[in-house]
């Protein structure tokens, strides 16, 4: 495959794409016209956010197999255009999670114990203890909104806190040992510290406005290492004036380039960031929560594997293959009115291995890997399965969900919903003749060993 590389990443990227027989050209120069006119001959394009991959810009590429962003999101690619055109979308949370929850960390330790404050005191010869009093961590409950690789990092580094941890998530049944999941009116009402770790989109886009952080019960500390775009600055800064919000931790800002390499397009500074760079009780960071020595190789790293995953198989391109649709059953979930008596009786008559989410039974697929099933237990009070008035549904493993979804919508399938990416694999979900709600999934296996 011709793969072109349009942003500067760590090498091993591109060594490695080659050594699975890619030809991998570079262009960090040319503008988004001039490679529009090229980029038929290519058959993947690597890319971070030097500019939106758009409908256009598709049209203009045939012969374009995936497109792979270095970095956690998609927000610079048309993603429903281009899963329309079969074209495999490839991201890489998995390479910067740990960064991120690092940094979010390490900016909600020194916002409470006054470390930038303190530091530019003593450097101006001032030595003033009492004023620089912190606060502890210990005993509070930290809010993350968005459960996904991000924020799953993040709970699992509070483990060495005596905190209470609560998530809310649009998806049921992702909370874990680490964290307790939550509606968002119970996270609301508890959280004192809350964390962002939404994706870029519709649902997220100005989220945090005057009435969400009204809702809170209590005045709280913000932490946002996620997308500027969820934050209303200006709310942001009223609710700091009025100190139902004491605090803030912002890597990203409202008012960020798309390419995230520039904050502003000219020089005049909004009111709201005016106050953001004045108050003691704020911190800033340009967008660097997930870009560390170490996250620049394991990004590239987790590109180079999913293109291998996907295209490559024993070294070899995968070339007039039989498109598989699903290739196994991935779970069996139904209603009950106690889950927890149920698994209790599964486990003790039939010696089920449950934990909170049901069984996982493991298996070997023909090539001989580690495959899974899973056996859920749901509330009978769910709306998972919903719009389906059924008791049950079926996940069903599938070898390449975008390209079958993209199938199913030109064979009039309906489509509930967008497709989501967990570290776990990617889900979507359709409605079958008879109207019941079905679950597809392309696996992860190994996050589960």
């Not at 909104?145 to 509070?158: E, P, S, T």
């Not at 964390?195 to 100005?206: M, W």
Request: aromatic fraction near 10%.
């Amino acid at each position: 495959m011709k793969v072109l590389l349009i942003d500067t990443n760590h090498k091993i990227l591109q060594n490695g794409l080659e050594k699975l027989g890619c030809i991998c050209d570079e262009d960090y120069t040319s503008t988004k016209q001039q490679i529009e006119e090229k980029i038929e001959n290519y058959n993947g394009i690597v890319i971070r956010s030097r500019f939106k991959i758009d409908q256009q810009f598709i049209d203009k590429a045939p012969n374009l197999k995936f497109i792979a962003r270095v970095g956690a999101g998609l927000e610079s690619i048309d993603v429903e255009y281009a899963e329309k055109k079969g074209i495999h979308l490839i991201a890489a949370p998995e390479g910067n999670r740990n960064a991120v929850a690092e940094h979010s960390l390490g900016m909600l330790l020194s916002l409470f114990n006054n470390i930038k404050k303190a530091d530019l005191e003593i450097r101006q010869g001032k030595w003033l203890r009492e004023d620089n009093r912190g606060i502890e961590l210990d005993g509070k409950t930290v809010g993350i909104i968005g459960y996904g690789n991000m924020g799953k990092a993040f709970a699992k580094k509070l483990k060495g806190f005596d905190v209470e941890v609560l998530c809310y998530d649009l998806k049921n049944g992702v909370g874990d040992e680490n964290c307790k999941q939550v509606s968002l009116e119970e996270l609301q009402e508890k959280t004192t510290i809350l964390s962002l770790h939404t994706p870029f989109n519709e649902l997220s886009h100005h989220m945090v406005d005057t009435k969400f952080i009204q809702n809170f019960k209590k005045p709280f500390y913000l932490i946002n290492t996620a997308r500027g775009s969820a934050v209303v600055t200006d709310d942001l800064v009223e609710a700091l004036i009025g100190k139902k919000i004491l605090g803030a931790c912002l890597d990203v800002l409202e008012y960020e380039k798309l390419s995230f390499e520039n904050l502003f397009e000219n020089d005049n500074l909004p009111e709201a960031f005016e106050y953001l760079i004045h108050a003691e009780n704020v911190l800033l960071s340009p967008h660097v929560a997930g870009w560390t020595v170490e996250s620049k190789v394991k990004l590239a790293q987790t590109i180079v594997a999913k293109v291998e995953n996907i295209f490559y198989a024993e070294g070899k391109p995968k070339t007039h293959e039989v498109f598989k649709r699903v290739t196994g059953i991935g779970g069996l979930f139904f209603k009950t009115d106690d889950p927890s008596k149920l698994k209790k009786w599964y486990k003790n008559h039939l010696g089920f291995n449950v934990d909170d989410y049901g069984c996982t039974f493991w298996w070997k697929d023909k090539n001989g890997k580690e495959a899974s099933t899973q056996w859920s237990p749901f509330n009978s009070d769910t709306h998972y399965f919903e719009p389906s008035k059924k008791d049950f549904m079926f996940n069903y493993r599938v070898h390449n969900l975008n390209e079958l979804i993209a199938k199913l919508k030109t064979e009039g399938v309906t489509i509930i919903g967008e497709t989501e990416a967990y570290e776990y694999g990617k889900f979507a979900w359709i409605l079958d003749s008879d109207g019941n709600k079905i679950e597809l999934w392309e696996p992860i296996d190994a996050a589960f060993l």
